[in-house]
């Protein structure tokens, strides 16, 4: 299989490198042959081609398997508008790829109850799945713009949906609920945007229609980042669009006490798209503390995607062998209560772990 890796900027060629060198290894053990090429993408691909994704890089990424992408942007771009933007370029990406759905999960292991921000009777049994709409809603839709003069100026952005796009990315959040616990939590503000309503409309006619099995409950996105914080563990499956899957599953991914450890999987394409929840953190790039575990995470859900079960469970299971065994990189260390190590030694023991648990 082919495999494009597009590391980004900041800390993402660091932990972009620990999820190959552990893929090879794994892949060499399975006797399955993968083929990795590179390329830029966001600030790094501003760089070398003054374009944060350029349209070959996107001919890239169609021509592979799958895309493992790190995170993109620093304060070196920040004075970058509109289309020159780092974050622009996963935007592009995004809608080239037709990846319309973004799946976020987020489980919190006993390993890590004491890291997360909220008691542990509250945390426990935390096991969700978010699923984002990605290439729709108020990122993309059309009017937007600035008008006016400097100092009396207007801007405007609009949320647009259409009912194939609703149901499109409904129908991902039914058929993995129906994979869990079988059921599924809308999330909307249909008590005041209009196309929040018709969401709230399509999502409950196709649930009817083809669903029924699935247990359907709707909730307003400000009650829902409430209920987050309160009780996440009623959650199974959260539907939601693109601006309120974009914070949500923010939120809910600190639950686990760091954005590190979650990964993302963008899917509905020919081509999915891979990559941790977690931004470039460019203060501690090259330092060696960033936490491969979100990038390493993300791989696994790409080799779950292309037919791999048996390295995904390996990836997890090595995972699971550090955090229990006490290994924390920096943002999850607690001094006395686990063992501090490097970006590297976290990923050396993960892979040595799911070397074995692949025999």
Known sequence: MNILVLSGDGIGPEVCDEAVSTLQVLAEKKGLEIHFSKDHAGGSAIDTYNDPMPDSVIEKAKASDAVLLGAVGGEKWDHLTGAMRPESGLLKIRKELGV?????????TPALADASPLRPEAIAGTDMLVVRELTGGIYFGEPRGRSGEVGNETAFSTMVYSTAEIERVARVAFTWARRRGGRVCSVDKANVLVVSQLWRDVVTALHKAEFSDVELTHMYVDNAA??????????????TGNLFGDILSDAAATLGGSLGLLPSASVGGPVGLFEPVHGSAPDIAGKGIANPVAMLLST???????SQP??????????NSALDAGLRTADLHREGKTTKVSTSEMAKHIREAALNALA
């Open 300 to 306: 696994a859900m790409m080799m779950d995607e292309l």
């Open 310 to 319: 048996e390295i995904a469970a390996a990836i997890r299971a090595g995972v």
């Open 100 to 108: 319309f759905a973004n799946l976020r999960p987020v489980a919190v």
């Open 226 to 239: 409430m209920q987050l914080v309160v009780r996440p563990s009623q959650f199974d499956v959260i539907l």
